[in-house]
């Protein structure tokens, strides 16, 4: 798995290069959420504007992301999802539970007006 991490006003990004979030790459991911928890980032934000296909097991690394984030107070959003990421988030009827922004900004920007 491919991906940076940047601190931005106490959100840890993190942007996924590579360009499917499947089963490939959802226990890397799974792991890198587990360990920014550890290391007390309780705000993450993941870039998915690289990604263009996500399955089952990417949502759920995602939920999991979102669980982990509630259990410690904190706050887990994504951000650049395509059409086509978002309507399997609709599909599986999660939109109420992932927040998506459309920019990176955006979605930094909605931490800091929500925190």
């Known amino acids: ?22 089963t490939a790459v959802t226990a890397d991911l799974k792991a890198e959420f587990l360990i920014a928890f550890g290391e007390n980032h309780h705000r993450i934000l993941v870039n998915l504007e690289n990604v263009k296909y996500a399955d089952s097991s990417g949502l759920g690394a995602l939920l999991l992301g979102i669980r982990q984030a509630r259990e410690l107070s904190g706050d887990f959003k994504i951000c650049c999802a395509n059409p086509r990421i978002l309507n399997l988030i609709r599909i599986a009827r999660l939109e109420d539970h992932i927040k998506n922004y459309s920019t990176e900004s955006k979605a930094l920007q909605s931490f800091t007006i929500t925190e």
């Open 1 to 22: 798995m491919n991906l940076t991490r940047k601190e931005v006003n106490g959100v840890l990004v993190l942007r996924l290069e590579d360009e499917r979030l499947d």
